[in-house]
């Protein structure tokens, strides 16, 4: 079935530090990929998409792009603020249905 | 535009009690989704609705769950009786489905529910 993995946190980083976080899927058909993010205290946000193969996905400095070769989208930031603190989720929807498929979540920890 | 709201933020009650969650998806979209998230068990799709109509309840953790959508923009999560490990934080997600492939889903703030 259609799954997707990525990094377990957390991860701890300086501020303006480079940040990647790995993300791979398993998906029969040809996905569309997410990242979400969830602050503290809240629900979970879209933060970037990707539709098709070589897309790239950006928002407020982060970006990914859909690798299909790998089956891979990471999702990396040159230069992150202690406002990213946050959990991140990879996701995947095939389309078939309306059901996104989430990994477990990475946390971030920026440190002034 | 206003999102997807849900009801209450908090709630706390005693065990073997009756919770009822409350969600309005946003105006247009015709899918709903309710989440369940667990330090332990992370994010867990319960049930999903398209058009009213559930779709696939398969994650309802067992009989003591039901939810429905009696219109457009209303549905309700209830536990009947209620445990400790039910304690965890629940998410309505609505996306606007059929027109084009891969909608986002769009989720509220959740509700934090404590069974003591």
């Known amino acids: 079935g259609n799954s997707v993995t990525q990094m377990e946190g957390p991860v701890t980083l300086s501020e303006e530090a480079f940040l990647t976080i790995n993300c791979t899927y398993t998906a029969t058909g040809y996905p569309s990929l997410f990242w979400y993010v969830q602050y503290p205290g809240e629900g979970l946000q879209l933060l970037l998409k990707a539709t098709k193969a070589d897309d790239k996905g950006s928002n407020k400095g982060f970006e990914a792009t859909y690798r299909k070769e790998t089956t891979s989208f990471h999702l990396e930031k040159g230069s992150v603020q202690v406002s990213d603190s946050a959990v991140y989720f990879c996701?995947?929807?095939?389309?078939?249905?309306?059901?996104?498929?989430f990994g477990k979540g990475t946390r971030l920890h920026i440190l002034p | 535009d206003a999102g997807v709201i849900q009801s209450p933020r908090h709630e706390v009650t005693e065990m073997g009690q009756e919770v009822t969650l409350r969600c309005k998806p946003i105006?247009?979209?015709?899918?709903l989704f309710w989440y369940r998230q667990t330090m332990m068990r992370g994010l867990e799709l319960l049930i999903y609705?398209?058009?009213?109509?559930?779709?696939?309840d398969s994650g309802m953790p067992e009989d003591r769950f039901s939810a429905k959508m009696p219109n457009a923009s209303f549905s309700t999560l209830k536990i009947q009786p209620s445990e400790p490990r039910d304690s965890a934080v629940y998410f309505c997600a609505s996306s606007l489905s059929g027109v084009l492939n891969n909608q986002p889903q769009h989720f509220g703030d959740g509700t934090r529910l404590s069974i003591l």
């Open positions: 609705f398209n058009n009213n109509v559930p779709i696939d």
């Open positions: 996701a995947l929807s095939e389309g078939r249905d309306d059901k996104i498929i």
């Open positions: 105006s247009g979209h015709n899918s």
